[in-house]
């Protein structure tokens, strides 16, 4: 059964659990992250489906991001209720190891009655305030948690914590009104385009960027006011990789030492890039060329020993 | 393309209100003050000074310690005044409608009618009161005034403030004679009565003006009662800005000011008009200093915020891009363009290329050359153009032009696709051409004609279009006579007769065009510049009384529209049918009504046309070619909606057709040009098609968008830099990419192949 067919047919709690595969040396932290993605309710038809399709693409998101190993958790249909969600949040508090790492996805509704944040559920809605104490009961040191709902804004200084990188949809619980955030967040985690430095990792601060604007132009391209302004605060946004286009998995002692040529030569960009102020237009252009260039033949060296066209 | 004069009106009502304090006629005014009064209407400002001191400190009277205070400018103090003497007299229409009055100079038109309306309860028949609701409404253009007006001269056949206004209203419709008229009661009156004639000489000077006679003797009367009355030169001043002539304005208004520094409505206006000639640090001097006089002006305040907001604007100068369009060699003063920062690096060529085209057109086809560069401003907010116009936000116009200056919305103005911001541009630079080539002397009607009949015949978006509701009013035979048809924009009398009648002067100027050739327009321009009216200028220009030019025109309607308005209601009802088959996703009977809609009514892309289903339905039953064909003759009568170009673009493209994909991407440009992904793909088709030039203009607007995929916009730039043969060029690009990112495959590969 393919992973699609069990999305299909799920409407209920399921974990895809991969064995790691040829355990080859691994240059990221992939191996150690879960995935947590709730789909909330939908109330009309319309978004019901636009919901259950954004979670069905994060759920192939994250799986794709995973080869390696670790687990992606979706919470769907009359399984995303609140009991589930806690029981679901509880396990991974006894299996997450702190060295681990977590990203949670809300996808769905949420109100803000000025006093209480609520996420909208199948049976009784779940409050921000227990959300927030069973996602620092997980003990992961790094966390992303992306609230997409509507009013998300309002949970901005209540799940603030070490070590999470908190992304919401909207600025304030104020902001009412259906986002588009989740669409366009669903659309980054998936995209060429988001991956802004090509590397073929996903950062939650590229997804973010990438979905900001796409919400952003969307409201614009209509004439209309955005009723949605979304937030991210969070030091780790900028490296924290919440999805992978391509895997980075060296499997040889060869590749181990490409992947560390390439790191060192990726870091030396950077560092020029630093400098750039500082520089001669055309002595930076000629430092960067000379390790762009190495970069490249490096990296074709990496392809053709994986096989990459 | 809607409402475009009204602005003109819309900025008077400010400066019209500012001065109606000035002058007070009524009957009930106390004697004390009228002794007062005498010295301030001769302009003896100490003596004025001393005297309404002296009621201020010695009056009991609350309307008198009022008056007084409002005329020594204390309108804080004034204000309070007129309140106690409301409460101490609640039954008196008197104190409400003065104090009504100071909120008219105030510009609280809503207070200012509320009192007048409580007047007119104590008393309805209070002459005063009616004139305040009357001022307002004429400040508005509102018929109600003319009724109001004609009220109060039927009750009192001698009141002077009656007789100016309907003198005003009258040369601001070009009734001269009947102005006249009045302006000679009411100045019999004002000698009877020993009031002050000087208003009546203002207006009398600008009857003068209107029949050019610039140096008129009023002008020297009126200085001779009164050395400092500012209003001599200020109120012939506001019938050439209604009448478009901003430079001679201007003139008059600097005159205005230098004998009456204090003339703050003079101010503002000054700065307005210094403003349409793009004489930015003046018109920012003149009203500061309005500002400083007159801080409770929304207009001056909002343009004085206008002005500030210029920094985030860029000025660029440009000469004529090379066009293909024309083929004389056009000499242009250039092109200047104030965009805004966010947008100007993307504009900047869409927009000069389209003005260059418009110029050479226009040049060409009216035999004009331009003799100041043009100043085209593109605001991406809507209410900033607004404000820049007519000081307000909130007005619902697409473009202006005030001779040498076009203003008008951005692209990112408005939501994508809502407006056609080409043939905006192109119709905006039409009236530059009209305006200049006839002193601005060209009646309203004849400018917006040529603009409309220019958008259908050499504009950017193809084909004549016209509206439903104008081709309704066509067959219920609401077009005007040539003659009349300026009121149609003036002062319309039934809902969107401006648009019905933009179209009547469009369809005019197209059967002058086909009758009468292209040269009778330009004999036209002449006879306007050299003074003459439309009767004048249709008989003398085409050889035909206006009576005979309109029987002409009604059989060109005929042969041109007779059978689509014969088929109208039909066309309605097969319209209903496919839009109810659509909704049920019947497919065949969607084709079946939207095919015999489109038969009776073959040009009709507008909102509501049934292209667009026709095509969806063709698709849903896997018919692609009629698809493509109906979406094609959609493209080519000048439907724009992007969604649908981008849609019949990608279905060109797919059947092998890039050079009409193309094509049709390029339309897009002039709705929606602030989208990534029409650069990109036009920018990628282009290249493909060995166009590296276009593709590198696209792959540059999209850099300036700022896009998100910056590496990739760099890594497109370099590609057609590789076309282009330019290795500098790619190698900088190919840097930036990867500069980016680094990890970026195709640039990598590009890189170590031009290295190699």
């Known amino acids: 059964m393919g992973f699609a067919t069990l999305l299909g047919a799920a409407m209920r709690l399921f974990s895809i ?81 702190p060295d681990d790492s977590l990203v949670v996805f809300l996808i769905g509704h949420g109100t803000h009655d000025g006093n209480q944040y609520k996420f909208n559920l199948p049976g009784p809605d779940i409050d921000g305030e227990t959300l927030a104490e069973l996602l620092d009961g997980v003990p992961a040191g790094q966390q992303v948690v992306v609230n997409a709902t509507s009013a998300s804004g309002a949970i901005l200084e209540l799940w603030l914590s070490e070590g999470r990188t908190l992304i919401t949809a909207t600025k304030t619980g104020g902001e009412r009104n259906a986002t588009r955030f989740g669409q366009y967040w669903a659309e980054a985690l998936s995209s060429d385009e988001a991956d802004a430095n090509k590397n073929g990792a996903i950062t939650a601060q590229e997804a973010f960027n990438f979905t900001a604007r796409k919400v952003a132009d969307s409201y ?90 | 393309m809607k409402f475009r004069f009204t602005v003109i009106c819309l900025w008077s009502i400010g400066s019209q209100q500012a001065a109606a304090q000035a002058f007070d006629y009524s009957a009930d005014r106390e004697t004390s003050l009228r002794v007062c009064d005498q010295y301030f209407y001769r302009g003896e400002k100490l003596e004025a000074d001393r005297c309404y001191s002296g009621l201020l400190v010695n009056s009991d009277d609350a309307v008198v310690r009022a008056e007084a205070a409002w005329r020594k400018g204390d309108l804080t103090a004034a204000n309070a005044y007129f309140r106690t003497a409301v409460e101490l007299a609640p039954e008196s229409p008197r104190a409400r409608t003065r104090w009504g009055r100071l909120f008219l100079t105030t510009h609280q038109n809503s207070e200012a009618i509320k009192l007048f309306q409580e007047a007119l309860e104590l008393d309805g028949e209070y002459i005063p009161a009616k004139m305040g609701l009357a001022s307002v409404a004429a400040g508005r253009f509102e018929d109600r005034a003319r009724a109001l007006v004609g009220e109060v001269l039927e009750a009192d056949s001698s009141q002077i403030e009656a007789q100016l206004l309907l003198a005003r209203m009258s040369l601001e419709d070009g009734a001269l004679a009947r102005a006249e008229e009045a302006l000679t009661e009411v100045l019999r009156v004002a000698e009877e009565h020993d009031l002050p004639p000087l208003e009546v000489y203002a207006l009398s000077a600008s ?5 050019g006679i610039t140096e008129s003797a009023w002008t020297e009367r009126a200085l001779a009662y009164n050395p400092g009355f500012g209003e001599i030169y ?49 018109a920012q001097e003149h009203l500061s200093l309005a500002y400083q006089g007159d801080p409770y002006s929304a207009q001056i305040v909002n343009t004085l915020r206008l002005i500030d907001s210029f920094d985030n604007f860029q000025v660029l100068n440009r000469d004529l891009s090379p066009s293909n369009r024309g083929s004389m060699s056009v000499k242009s003063p250039g092109i200047i363009l104030r965009l805004h920062n966010d947008e100007a690096s993307v504009l900047d060529p869409y927009v000069t290329e389209l003005v260059s085209d418009s110029i050479q057109t226009f040049s060409e086809n009216y035999q004009f050359e331009l003799q100041e560069p043009v100043v085209a401003e593109l605001y991406p907010e809507h209410d900033d153009f607004a404000v820049r116009i007519s000081g307000l936000p909130g007005i619902g116009l ?14 990112s103005g408005r939501g994508s696709g809502e407006f056609h911001w080409g043939t905006t541009l192109w119709h905006e630079m039409a009236h530059v051409f009209t305006l200049e080539a006839t002193d601005h002397l060209v009646p309203r009607w004849f400018s917006e004609g040529i603009s409309v009949f220019e958008e259908w015949s050499t504009g950017p978006r193809p084909g004549r279009h016209v509206p439903m509701h104008v081709l309704e009013a066509m067959k219920d035979d609401k077009f005007l006579p040539v003659a009349e048809l300026d009121s149609g924009f003036i002062r319309p009398t039934y809902q969107g007769q401006i648009m019905v009648s933009y179209m009547q002067a469009g369809l005019i100027c197209q059967h002058i065009e086909q009758k009468w050739g292209r040269r009778s327009l330009v004999a036209l321009l002449q006879l306007y510049k050299d003074g003459s009216d439309t009767v004048e200028a249709i008989e003398q220009g085409l050889g035909v009384s206006p009576e005979e030019f309109d029987r002409d025109f009604n059989e060109f309607l005929e042969s041109e529209f007779q059978v689509t308005l014969d088929g109208l209601d039909e066309w309605k009802e097969q319209t209903e049918a496919a839009y109810e088959a659509l909704n049920e996703g019947d497919w065949e009977s969607v084709i079946g009504a939207s ?84 650069h990109t793909k036009l920018g990628d088709w282009l290249l493909k098609n060995e166009l590296a030039a276009p593709a590198l203009r696209e792959y540059q607007a999209l850099l300036a968008m700022d896009p998100y995929d910056k590496a990739a916009a760099h890594y497109r730039l370099a590609t057609a830099y590789v076309q282009l043969e330019d290795e500098a060029k790619t190698r900088e690009h190919l840097l930036y990419a990867l500069e980016t990112a680094p990890h970026y495959r195709e640039a990598q590969q590009l890189l170590l192949e031009i290295l190699r």
Request: aromatic share 6%.
């Open chain 2, 595 to 678: 095919t015999t809609a489109m038969e009776l009514n073959p040009g009709y892309v507008e909102e509501g046309n049934v292209h667009i289903m026709n095509a969806k339905a063709h698709d849903e039953l896997d018919q692609r070619e009629a698809a493509i064909g109906t979406l094609e003759k959609y493209w080519q009568l000048g439907g724009f909606e992007p969604r649908v170009l981008h849609q019949l673009a990608d279905w060109l493209y797919d059947a092998g057709r890039s050079e009409d994909a193309i094509a049709v991407l390029n339309d897009v440009i002039f709705v929606a040009p602030l989208d990534e992904s029409l």
């Open chain 2, 234 to 282: 200020a109120t012939p001043a506001h019938f050439y800005v209604i009448t478009r002539r901003y430079r001679e304005a201007i003139e008059l208004l600097f005159k205005a000011v230098h004998i009456q520094p204090d003339l703050w409505s003079a101010h503002a206006e000054l700065g307005v008009n210094l403003l349409r000639e793009n004489r930015v640090e003046e």
């Open chain 1, 220 to 309: 614009e391209r209509e004439g209309t006011l955005a009723t949605e302004h979304p937030q991210l605060i969070g030091e780790t946004a900028g490296t924290f990789n919440v999805a992978f286009l391509e895997n980075r998995i060296a499997t040889t002692r060869e590749l181990e030492r490409l992947f560390t040529e390439l790191d060192t030569l990726e870091s030396g960009v950077e560092s020029l890039r630093q400098r750039r102020e500082e520089m001669e237009s055309d002595v930076y252009l000629d430092e960067l060329q000379e390790l762009l260039l190495a970069l490249a033949l490096v990296q074709r060296e990496i392809d053709e020993a994986r096989g990459v066209e």
């Open chain 2, 398 to 411: 697409l473009g202006v032009t005030f001779g040498y200056l076009v203003a008008m919305d951005s692209p």
């Open chain 1, 17 to 97: 659990c991969l064995l790691l595969g040829g355990m080859g040396l691994v240059t990221d932290v992939r191996a150690d992250m879960y995935y947590l993605i709730v789909e909330g309710l939908g109330g009309e038809p319309r978004y019901a489906e636009r919901f259950a399709a954004q979670a069905e693409s994060l759920a192939h998101a994250a799986q794709r991001s995973l080869r390696g190993g670790s687990r992606v958790s979706l919470l769907n249909g009359d399984a995303a209720s609140r009991e589930s969600i806690v029981s679901e949040l509880q396990r991974l508090a006894e299996v997450v190891a």
């Open chain 2, 207 to 211: 009857v003068d003006l209107l029949q």
